[in-house]
């Protein structure tokens, strides 16, 4: 079965850099996945499409901040000079090919 | 600029039936599949469904197959859910969004669905 799984939290300094992780469950670490930014009381937004490669397309008006990577089944989102309105929740995603679409749980970014 | 924009939400009681809409504009509505997905209140986002550019295809989340149809009119550049016989747990922010390249690249803003006695 597909999963996707987050940490429920995390937290950084205004300026400093955070790495959110998202990992794949076992037999599906070649799949890529989007980063999705939720702000509070907002609906969501598409940041990225992060490959097993590490490589990422970002979507239209995303800051060079925001980066991703991929380590095996893990799946990275960097957010550098952090900035107030990075505070947010963050949901990786997927799909089950042909069939539906899957989220992770999200990370509840602070921002301190 | 690619707008969506939901209505139609509201409160309804339980085993009863709502339909939401979702009004696209900005883009070539009838050459993109689009999906639904929801958020109860305080959780995380959960795909619904999903259907393709021209309405033939529909793909649904075992919670609601069978309950929930999903359909457009791409000459209103409108997205539909029909969500019947409807419990508790469906209580949530219904969002539409775009798909383009494979990726939910553009969301609306929802519309709060609320089912309660």
């Known amino acids: 079965q597909l999963v996707l799984t987050q940490s429920p939290s995390a937290s950084a300094s205004l300026g400093a850099s955070v790495k959110l992780t998202c990992t794949l469950s076992?037999?599906?670490?070649?799949?890529?996945i989007a980063w999705h930014q939720q702000q509070p009381d907002k609906g969501p937004r598409y940041l990225m499409t992060l490959s097993s490669d590490g490589s990422h397309t970002k979507g239209d008006g995303i800051p060079d901040r925001f980066s991703g990577s991929s380590s095996g089944a893990e799946r990275y989102l960097t957010i550098s000079s952090l900035q107030s309105e990075d505070e947010a929740d963050y949901y990786c995603?997927?799909?089950?090919?042909?069939?539906?679409?899957?989220f992770g749980g999200g990370t509840r970014l602070s921002v301190l | 600029e690619v707008t969506l924009v939901e209505s139609g939400g509201g409160l309804v009681q339980p085993g009863g039936s709502l339909r939401i809409s979702c009004v696209a504009s900005g883009f070539s509505f009838s050459s993109n599949w689009m999906h639904w997905v929801r958020q109860a209140p305080g959780k995380g986002l959960v795909w619904v469904s999903r259907i393709s550019s021209d309405g033939s295809r529909t793909t649904y989340a075992d919670s609601v197959t069978g309950r929930f149809t999903i359909s457009r009119d791409n000459a209103k550049n409108t997205l539909y859910l029909q969500m019947n016989s409807l419990r508790d747990e469906d209580t949530a922010v219904y969002y539409c969004?775009?798909?383009?390249?494979?990726?939910?690249?553009?969301w609306g803003q929802g519309t709060l669905v609320t089912v309660s006695s």
């Open positions: 995603q997927t799909w089950v090919p042909g069939i539906r679409g899957v």
């Open positions: 076992s037999g599906h670490s070649n799949y890529a």
């Open positions: 969004a775009r798909v383009e390249a494979l990726e939910l690249n553009s």
